[in-house]
């Protein structure tokens, strides 16, 4: 079982709309969390940290459920812009593990 | 902005040649990480340097692959000799390695092997 899993998707929504994307991790050890994006053929940057009070970040609100070993990403208002990968991060303390990522397209 | 500069940015290379890669971590990071990318296996953690000691390179296949940090500016992976399978693309990170603060991904280095 790999440490991180996300749903692949993709996930096609209308400008506008309400998305979320979910991902578990095996390591009940793990320390900090993280969503990046990554757009086609760029690397992976850093959209936000996901503490266990929840946070958020303009349209973006991310959280994390330490007893179910569960992480979210809401993103609200869609932009065309938003459309990329989002990868699931989960940092055990001597290694990053991705998830494969989960693909999103906004569409007009 | 601070950023963590690859080189070459694409390599193509005949199978059995020696494959050399580069990054330059943001000064002052203590952190660094090398990853492979592909479609089937996503990123997976080739080796991980703290304060330039590797800490893990259990990821890497070790008959083939090498990754050093001669200094604290440079960290290296060799891949010695290439073969098609390696073809990928391959990321480098640099951090400060503390709760919460993230890494910072190179642009990477797009191998071909032929």
């Known amino acids: 079982r790999k440490e991180v899993e996300q749903d692949p998707g993709p996930f096609n929504v209308p400008e506008g709309a309400t998305v979320a994307f979910n991902c578990t991790y095996s390591n009940s050890a793990s320390q900090s969390f993280f969503w990046y994006r990554q757009d086609c053929r760029k690397e992976p940057k850093l959209l936000m940290s996901v503490y266990s009070s929840g946070n958020e970040d303009g349209r973006f609100t991310a959280q994390l459920n330490r007893a179910s070993q569960y992480i979210s990403l809401l993103i609200r208002d869609s932009k065309l812009s938003d459309s990329a990968t989002y990868l699931c991060v989960v940092d055990s303390g001597y290694a990053l593990n991705f998830g494969k990522g989960t693909s999103l397209l906004v569409t007009p | 902005d601070a950023r963590v500069t690859q080189t070459p940015r694409d390599k193509v290379t005949e199978m059995g040649q020696e494959v050399t890669m580069r990054c330059q971590p943001i000064?002052?990071?203590?952190?660094v990480f090398w990853y492979r990318q592909t479609m089937m296996q996503g990123l997976e953690l080739l080796a991980y340097f703290r304060n330039r000691a590797p800490l893990d390179d259990s990821g890497m296949p070790k008959d083939r692959f090498s990754a050093e940090m001669p200094d604290a500016t440079l960290a290296t992976l060799k891949i010695q000799p290439s073969e098609p399978r390696d073809s990928a693309v391959y990321f480098c990170?640099?951090?400060?390695?503390?709760?919460?603060?993230?890494?910072?991904f190179g642009s990477g280095t797009r191998l071909t092997v032929v």
């Open positions: 000064l002052g990071h203590n952190t």
């Open positions: 990170a640099s951090g400060l390695g503390q709760d919460s603060y993230g890494y910072t």
